[in-house]
């Protein structure tokens, strides 16, 4: 039974025709404050709704995600990891909520950032196991953030290193896995070939330029991505719903970056900040 729940569940966080997805983190609260684009989640969550996102990422203590009682409902992933800017080791995670908890609340996933390289790697992959046996229980899916972080990491973006990000976190029992993507089609298509789950590619910090973006997206999914977990280059972006959208028509609709531009930005000056 709990196999066919989590097929159910991941249906709410992954479309169901393509089998990719187009997930907004907006767990920055506990990491970095209320930044621009975040001061008001409700208002947020409504915009990358309207922009046909299949879910967004966040803590624990927020009902207006995902099943809000009103307009498009969007999946909702509930994230146990934690560590603050101020921390002495900000890479250092710590789980701060069970997965009973985001049962509670409604979830339709769950989610562990890991960082390989960080001092207290042992610890975070520790919990990472506990999780992934507890999601197996429930049948929950599970999401990994796993990235390579710390003092012997050479480059977090390095094919080698997301290489290993990526197979740990599946080989430990998550069933999609976001990491880096390492900046060109063919190095990524070998990270791909190396982890038996999907993966989607983290937006990090803003990428200047709405083609740019666009551009990196486009050249995941043909690497075999599965889609994209975009945080601040959506909510910080001028127009978070049309951006939305923009992901959607290229993750789930095989439109190129080009044709994405031409359709919904021709004449915007959106499509240059």
């Known amino acids: 039974m709990s196999l066919i729940g989590k097929k159910v569940r991941l249906e709410r966080i992954m479309n169901r025709q393509t089998g990719n997805t187009v997930i907004i983190p907006m767990d920055h609260g506990v990491t970095v404050g209320p930044i621009p684009g975040l001061e008001n989640l409700p208002e947020m969550v409504n915009k990358v709704a309207e922009g046909g996102a299949d879910a967004v990422l966040g803590h624990l203590f927020v009902p207006f995600y995902g099943h809000r009682g009103y307009g498009k409902d969007i999946g909702l992933i509930i994230h ?34 890991v960082n390989i390289g960080a ?72 990270v791909v070939r190396g982890c038996p789950a999907p ?45 939305t959208k923009a992901l959607v028509k290229i993750v789930h609709e095989q439109y190129t970056a080009t044709e994405v531009m031409k359709e919904l930005f021709s004449g915007s000056d959106i499509g240059i900040d």
Not at 83 to 101: F, G, R, W
Not at 203 to 232: C, H, M, N, S, Y
Request: glycine content about 10%.
């Open 80 to 113: 146990l990891s934690a560590s603050s800017m101020y921390a002495i080791d900000p890479n250092q995670k710590t789980i701060v909520t069970e997965v009973e908890e985001a049962i509670k609340v409604g979830a339709d996933a769950i989610s562990v950032h």
């Open 119 to 190: 001092e207290n790697e042992p610890d975070q992959l520790k919990d990472l196991g506990i999780v992934s046996k507890q999601c197996r229980h429930w049948g929950f899916p599970l999401l990994a953030m796993v990235y390579p972080r710390g003092p012997k990491v050479k480059s977090e973006h390095g094919v080698e290193e997301v290489k290993l990000a990526a197979r740990l976190g599946a080989e430990l029992g998550a069933d999609i896995i976001k990491t880096n993507y390492t900046g060109d089609i063919d190095s990524f298509k070998d």
């Open 199 to 243: 993966i989607i590619i983290a937006g990090g910090p803003k990428i200047e330029g709405v083609k740019r973006l666009l551009q990196t997206v486009e050249d995941a999914i043909q690497a075999g991505a599965r889609g994209v977990a975009f945080g601040r280059n959506i909510f910080q972006s001028k127009d978070p719903a049309l951006l």
